[in-house]
């Protein structure tokens, strides 16, 4: 793969090359000279074939992962988080040593605590860390899920960005099993706060407790609103908004 620096920017395909346009600029590659059918059956394949499986295995763990909160991550998340999930599922299948090569998945890895120190802290938009958005501490209560904010001050202890007049505050209780591949996830209120001196103390409280076996995940979320003849709008399309694992068990 090569980058097109050229005055002339095309796509499509010319000859054994294909050009096309991405976020990085524009992209040229060579066409392939070896079949599907080779690679599905050569004997001198079976590496790749391997390799296939396992990045198949955790791009679908990253997918339910993904799926199981795509109400928050709609709203907080960056335009590579496709790829930074499956970047970290890789490194925590790869944690699985006890299945053969080609088999090792992301459930057998993400029961080890260095799997679970390895998604522990994701943000699902890195243009937004959660950590340099909020700095007053909080805790989190692994059995209900509530998540408590002691004497929050906005205005000394959230990062607003400019234009911002309003924050709110929102969490999830997650229980994904990435061997089923299924995932049950209880959602809590939502603290609406103006940014100014006011000290709220927040408690933030799953609906339920989430059913099912599997991985437990608690998120915390964080979106800034513009408030304009007594209406919030998003801000920047979301742009600003964090979101985070903050605990696994």
Avoid: C
């Amino acid at each position: 793969m090569a980058k097109l620096n050229g005055i002339l920017k095309i796509e499509g395909t010319l000859q054994d090359m294909t050009f096309y346009k991405t976020q990085d600029g524009h992209l040229v590659k060579t066409k392939s000279g070896v079949s599907g059918d080779r690679i599905a059956n050569d004997p001198a394949f079976a590496r790749t074939r391997e390799n296939g499986s396992e990045f198949g295995s955790a791009a679908s763990a990253g997918k339910l992962l993904r799926d199981s909160v795509r109400t928050m991550v709609s709203t907080a998340s960056d335009n590579r988080v496709t790829a930074r999930v499956t970047q970290i599922m890789t490194q925590i299948k790869n944690l699985d040593t006890t299945s053969a090569r080609g088999e090792r998945t992301v459930d057998v890895g993400i029961a080890t605590p260095e799997g679970k120190a390895l998604l522990k802290g994701f943000n699902f938009n890195d243009k937004a860390i959660l950590g340099a958005i909020l700095y007053k501490p909080y805790t989190i209560n692994t059995s209900t899920g509530v998540i408590s904010i002691a004497d929050l001050v906005p205005i000394n202890d959230i990062a607003a960005p400019s234009g911002a007049t309003h924050l709110s505050v929102k969490g999830a209780f997650a229980i994904v099993d990435f061997t089923a591949g299924t995932s049950d996830v209880s959602y809590t209120n939502v603290e609406n706060l103006s940014i100014d001196g006011t000290s709220t103390s927040v408690t933030l409280t799953p609906a339920s407790v989430p059913s099912g076996s599997g991985i437990k995940m608690f998120l915390l979320q964080v979106e800034f609103f513009q408030e304009v003849n007594a209406v919030q709008y998003s801000l920047n399309n979301g742009a600003y908004n964090g979101l985070a694992i903050v605990e696994i068990v």
